[in-house]
T-cell receptor, first 111, second 114 residues
Framework: LAKTTQPISMDSYEGQEVNITCSHNNIATNDYITWYQQFPSQGPRFIIQGYKTKVTNEVASLFIPADRKSSTLSLPRVSLSDTAVYYCLVMFSGGYNKLIFGAGTRLAVHP | DTGVSQNPRHKITKRGQNVTFRCDPISEHNRLYWYRQTLGQGPEFLTYFQNEAQLEKSRLLSDRFSAERPKGSFSTLEIQRTEQGDSAMYLC????????????FGPGTRLTVL
């Protein structure tokens, strides 16, 4: 069964590093893992994408182990404006019918 | 603004009516996706176009749903004989040709079926 699993919610404080993990046991061999951020009443916004090992951009890092059965989004030094829902998106073997978003992790950043 | 646009932003309709939503993707993006999102859930894939060709349609999608992308530019999503269970946010996204997953989303159309 194609499925992704994320923690439902997380709490953090300003300035801390936040790590959100998504498990995806049956990910397609040649496809990427992508993370999105969503604020209320808005469409998701792309954060970062990777295939294996580690990817870093100006806002986040993405860690993917060799077996690719999970991935971890790392947000360094979060601020109040990072309070949002974070989704992983993966494609499982079988084509676009198995383009699966996780249920999302609701991150609350406190002062 | 060169992002993905969707119209209308909100739609309220009565059960049994037909509704149509429009999505204008980022120009030169040849892939276009439709998703449905209900409260507290992640977006659920509905269908996907590459240029004007509809390549995939979710098995979860009722026959009451149909989508088109004439000329490979804007797309429309029609829901016939709406039901209360169709109430959701309908999201459109587009992506450039090479890599799946890096999608640019519009603001969505919120449908309420009374």
């Amino acid at each position: 069964l194609a499925k992704t699993t994320q923690p439902i919610s997380m709490d953090s404080y300003e300035g801390q590093e936040v790590n959100i993990t998504c498990s995806h046991n049956n990910i397609a061999t040649n496809d990427y893992i992508t993370w999105y951020q969503q604020f209320p009443s808005q469409g998701p916004r792309f954060i970062i994408q990777g295939y294996k090992t580690k990817v870093t951009n100006e806002v986040a890092s993405l860690f993917i182990p060799a077996d690719r059965k999970s991935s971890t989004l790392s947000l360094p030094r979060v601020s109040l404006s990072d309070t949002a829902v974070y989704y992983c998106l993966v494609m499982f073997s079988g084509g676009y019918n198995k383009l699966i978003f996780g249920a999302g992790t609701r991150l609350a950043v406190h002062p | 603004d060169t992002g993905v646009s969707q119209n209308p932003r909100h739609k309220i309709t009565k059960r049994g009516q037909n509704v149509t939503f429009r999505c204008d993707p980022i120009s030169e993006h040849n892939r276009l996706y439709w998703y449905r999102q209900t409260l507290g859930q992640g977006p659920e894939f509905l269908t996907y176009f590459q240029n004007e060709a509809q390549l995939e349609k979710s098995r979860l999608l009722s026959d009451r749903f149909s989508a088109e992308r004439p000329k490979g530019s804007f797309s429309t999503l029609e829901i016939q004989r709406t039901e209360q269970g169709d109430s959701a946010m309908y999201l459109c996204a587009s992506s450039p040709g090479q890599v799946d997953g890096e999608q640019f989303f519009g603001p969505g159309t919120r449908l309420t079926v009374l």
